[in-house]
T-cell receptor, first 112, second 114 residues
């Protein structure tokens, strides 16, 4: 079993829809939770970062962490075709190695 | 001016060859990483250097050898390339404070072994 599980999709939605992306994890020591967006043939870019539990909002994006359930989510409101990409969750323990463990990514397609 | 640049972007080579991938960053970050992304988009850490010191060395064949000549550079040398080494290799850096959210990735080196 992988430390971080993520549904690979693809997830296809119409423009304007609310998108929900999720990851589950098994390591209770994870404290930092991130979402990265990766366009085709590009490197991942950081979208959202959350420390411990709670919600964080940035424009159309909301990240949620539920440590009791070991479950994190990314919501995208008013989705746009430019949001079409692979979304990777990533997590890290609060230690000096700064090692990020990634989910396998969910491919999102927003149809015009 | 690219923050994390990798060369080459594409590399096609035959089995058994030795090749190197280079990474340079101008962000002043202390920590640099090599990640491997397979065909299913799974990103897995290979190595990490902090101030030129190796701090993470995951279960990677010893055909892979990282080298950090200075804080701004991290290279990856691969000996005796195998078909299974075909993947995209990403260099990444993290912020000077060591905060875990500060990963910046390069655009990747797509390695194809034939």
């Amino acid at each position: 079993q992988k430390e971080v599980e993520q549904d690979p999709g693809p997830l296809s939605v119409p423009e304007g829809a609310i998108v929900s992306l999720n990851c589950t994890y098994s390591n209770s020591a994870f404290q930092y939770f991130m979402w990265y967006r990766q366009y085709s043939r590009k490197g991942p870019e950081l979208l959202m970062y959350t420390y411990s539990s709670g919600n964080k909002e940035d424009g159309r994006f909301t990240a949620q962490v539920d440590k009791s359930s070991k479950y994190i989510s990314l919501f995208i409101r008013d989705s746009q075709p430019s949001d079409s990409a692979t979304y990777l969750c990533a997590m890290s323990e609060m230690d000096s190695s700064y090692k990020l463990i990634f989910g396998s990514g969910t491919r999102l397609l927003v149809r015009p | 001016d690219t923050a994390v640049s990798q060369t080459p972007k594409y590399l096609v080579t035959q089995m058994g060859n030795d090749k190197s991938i280079k990474c340079e960053q101008n962000l002043g970050h202390d920590t640099m990483y090599w990640y491997k992304q397979d065909s299913k988009k799974f990103l897995k850490i290979m190595f990490s250097y902090n101030n030129k010191e190796l701090i993470i060395n995951e279960t990677v064949p010893n055909r892979f050898s990282p080298k950090s000549p200075d804080k701004a550079h991290l290279n990856l040398h691969i000996n005796s390339l195998e078909l299974g080494d075909s993947a995209v290799y990403f260099c990444a850096t993290s912020s000077p404070s060591g905060s875990n959210y500060g990963y910046t990735f390069g655009s990747g080196t797509r390695l194809t072994v034939v």
